[in-house]
């Protein structure tokens, strides 16, 4: 009884949540794309995703949420929520099919991978955020592909052991006609972020991943800009050893989730 009281109130949050930032978020002067990435996140994550929104994105000028997003921690929840609100999309699906049709724990883990690194990757990613790539789809997917892996990696290496170990052996978190598997998710989507943020921190910083972006408002004259300083290319060996920490954050997740499962 406990745990349907803590879920109906978690629920209702949600519902409320997703509510005041999807009517409040239309006048933030952000980007369409993360302006839905905020609506997404704040459905898997409920007043968590409303409280990251209100203090990390909701400033309603232009010239106040430029200074408002320029600090580096809010550049990083940009650059992770974008990455969690696509690729939850893809991962959700796969839990969802995998639990229809009783896959195997490894094979269902694959699944939910792949869906969400195809969908945050090719869509959330390549696709809406081409115009930073000249608008070429293809060059975009080239940009896009080792920071999406990256992020995936840690997402997912934070989310198994929660979605294998949290409530194990009960059937209800295993459906997804039960609430209490939406919210075994929504717990697991939350815990991946965490893991997330830190390689999104090392993304942003090294220009390989955007963050927020300042919509100007509309009539507003563009600001005559010199010409574009590229940022330095990032070394192969550094891009190297990222790759290693987050495939190894994946497997330590994966180990975690097969031996508690036992």
Known sequence: MLLESVMMVWFVLTAVSVLYVAIDIRHTPENPVLKWGFILLTLYAGPVGALLYIFGCRQHTPEEHARFVAARWRQVLGSTMHCVAGDGVGILAGAVIGALVALPLLADLALEYVLGFAFGWTIFQALFMKDMAGGSYRRSLETTFIPELLSMNCLMGGMIPVMVLAWRGVAEAHDPTQGLFWFRMSIALMVGFAFAYPMNWW???????????????PGAQPKKKGPMKMPPPVARQKIAIAAGVSFAVLIVGLLIGIAGRG
């Open 203 to 217: 993304l942003v910083a090294n220009h390989l991943k955007h963050g927020m972006m300042t919509v100007p408002a």
